[in-house]
C-alpha cells in the first residue's frame, strides 16, 4: 500500500472515530441539562483540538499578521474559542434536539423578510454562511418558521451518524443532501420548487479543484462549487450569520449578498461571487473572532507562501491569473464529492 493510500486510509479512520464520539457527547450532554451539560462541555473543549493547537494557532498568527498578534492575545482568545465551543456542544444538544418554545426564544431572527422577497421571484433561495457561531441554528431557525430547507452537509462516514443526523435534521423541517450525493441535481430541485438551500461555504467542497482567495492577511483555499452553481440557476444569494450572545442567546441575521458592480451589465463570474461571500465572512471574524469553528482545521496560507506558489500576489481581489488551470467543477459529474 502507497504512502497516500495509507494517508487517505487514516483520515478516513480518524472522521468515522471523530463523528461518532461527536454523536455520543452530544447525546451525553443532553442527558445531563443545559447548566450541567455547559459546564462539562467547558471542562473538555481544550482536549476537543487538541491535536490541531498548533495549526490553530499558525492560522490565527497568518490570517492577523505577526505583528497585531501576541502571545497576551493568543492567551485571550483561546479562552473565548474554548467558550465558544462550550456553548456550541451544550446548546446544540439542548436546545436543538426538536423545536421547542426554548429555542425559539433564545434564537432570533432578523431577515426573514428577504427570504420572503427572495422566494416571491419564484426561484428558490441559496443561504450561506460560514461556520460561525452557532451556524447549524441557521437552516433549523428557516425550517421552524415554516421554509422548507435542504442543507447540504459534509459526508458522514458511519452509517449510524448519518442515520442520526438526517433524523435531526428532520425534526426542524430540514432535508439533508450529503456532499457524495448528487449536489448538482438537489440545487436543480430544490431551486426550481421554489425552496431554499442552505450551504456553508467555508469548508464545502464540491469539486477537486480547489482555489486560494484572499483572507485578511493570507489567503484560504475553497471550492468554487457552491458559487458555480449559485451562478448556473440564477437563484437569490442570501448571506447568514449566528453569533453567540451573552445570555445564552443566538442572533441569526440574515442579508442580500450585494450585487457586484460589472462593466455592461455582464454577469457575475463564479470567483467574483465567491469573493464576495469572502468579505462577509471575513467582517464576521474580525467581530467575532474566537467564534469562527474553522480555526483548527482550515489551512490558512500566508502571503509569502501563497506568491511562490502561485507566482502573483496574494492580495489581488481576482483569483483567476491565480488559477487559470483549474477545470470547472460542473463541466463533468459530481457523483463523488467530499467536505473537508
Sequence with gaps: MQLED????????????????????VRG?????????????????????LSKNGQRRQNLQRFFGPKAWDKK????FEKGYYDYLARFFAEQ??????????????????????????????RGAVVISGHVGNYRFIPAALGQKGYK???LVRSVPLAGNERYFIELAGRHNIRIVFTYQNVVEAFRTVLRNNEVIYVAFDTVALDNSPMWFPFGHASLELSRGP??????????VLYGVAPQEPGGRTSITLKPVEPLAT???????????????????????????????EWPFQTVKAEEQDRALRGCPAS???????????????????SRQTVE
Design 6 to 25: 495509507l494517508k487517505q486510509s487514516f483520515t478516513q479512520g480518524s472522521e468515522e472515530l471523530a463523528n461518532y464520539l461527536e454523536r455520543k457527547f
Design 29 to 49: 450532554l443532553q442527558l445531563m441539562g443545559e447548566r450541567r451539560a455547559l459546564r462539562f462541555a467547558r471542562m473538555v473543549a481544550p482536549l476537543f483540538t
Design 149 to 151: 430547507v435542504t442543507a
Design 93 to 122: 444538544a439542548c436546545l436543538a434536539p426538536g423545536p421547542s418554545e426554548s429555542f425559539r426564544e433564545r434564537v432570533t431572527l432578523a431577515g426573514e423578510n428577504h427570504v420572503e422577497e427572495a422566494l416571491r421571484a419564484g
Design 73 to 76: 492575545r493568543q492567551r485571550n
Design 263 to 293: 462593466e455592461r451589465d455582464t454577469p457575475s463570474s463564479p470567483d467574483q461571487i465567491l469573493a464576495a461571500w469572502l468579505r462577509h465572512l471575513y467582517a464576521d471574524i474580525l467581530r467575532y473572532p474566537e467564534q469562527w469553528w
Design 227 to 236: 458559487a458555480l452553481l449559485a451562478c448556473r440557476y440564477g437563484a437569490p
Design 316 to 334: 489581488s481581489l481576482s483569483s483567476e491569473n491565480r488559477n487559470s488551470k483549474i477545470r470547472n467543477p460542473l463541466a463533468r459529474p459530481l
